[in-house]
């Protein structure tokens, strides 16, 4: 494949906590967008390999999630949220391991926290008052989320308010009915108008593959989102009928290796909807590992989107620790 890069957009720097340049996007090539294509059976036994090629067991393990923890897009998006339920989201979010596992861990002096806490443009304010001084980015759902069914201009100023009030990432929605027209030039216009808007925020697309029918069609609309300059393409927006799966995930990191290949930049990856246990975090970051390296099991390069996911991990590291299972509500949901 051959991405001609375009010679009016440089490689943005690297933003603090980010070790490498972000994604400026590129010209876009239709080639590129329609050229390749998916075979679904492939997909299928390529992803249901994956949990049983590696098991991971122990401390191994528990390092495992460990890291998991750290890629965790803490959130809450739901219609009776308050400040006060962010503020204590942010609490979870600054502490996310009880005191007595972190110690038994060894990790006192190193706790890990979240990747960010992912909120509502009225809660990023209090989100980031409650996040003051803990190095934890807020993200702002944005252009009419979830739908993104709002006039682009009412979506810009959406995204340019919440960053206005801090917002250090931006998850956008994608006009589901241009990958469904096949309008990839109204795609990519839409996403580079939405990129411009985040100034110095990091946007990550929404691509929200439930609702686009087909692999082939989160192929496109994946690389499209990596030309107009998204910093991360997600999954879903957790509304969605199908959210996160293995196979959709699996075509979008392949879409992320084939863009690195053709441009150099590394966009970052985000399932989100329908992860909530310690075992769906391995198998995603499995496939991190298998199909991108090292690299994108680092906050900066992988999130998960969740919320419930953390309890369950948190009493996983407990019977690590303790050899014991704890009932549920010992630990506090996020």
Known sequence: MNLATDPKRKAAPAEPGHNHPRNSGIAFNEEAVLGPTVNLSAVERRTASLPARRSVKKEYQAAWLVKAIQCIDLTTLAGDDTPARVHRLCAKAKSPLRADIVDALGLADDAPKVGAVCVYPTMVKPA????????????????????????????????????????????????????????????????????????????????????????????RASMTAMMAGADFIKTSTGKEDVNATLPVSLVMVRAIRDYLEATGFKVGFKPAGGLRTAKDAMNWQILMKEELGRAWLEPDLFRIGASSMLADIERQLEHYVTGRYAALNRHAMA
């Open 128 to 219: 980031v008052e409650a996040l003051t001084g803990s190095g934890i980015p807020v993200a702002s759902v944005a252009t009419g989320f979830p739908a993104g069914l709002m006039p682009l201009d009412l979506r810009l100023e959406e995204i340019r308010r919440a960053v206005a009030d801090g917002a250090g990432e931006i998850d956008i929605v994608i006009t589901r009915a241009h990958v469904l027209g096949q309008d990839w030039t109204a795609l990519y216009d839409e996403i580079a108008a939405m990129r411009a808007a985040c100034g110095p925020a990091h946007l990550k697309a929404i691509l929200a593959t439930g609702d686009l029918k087909t692999l082939r069609n989160v192929y």
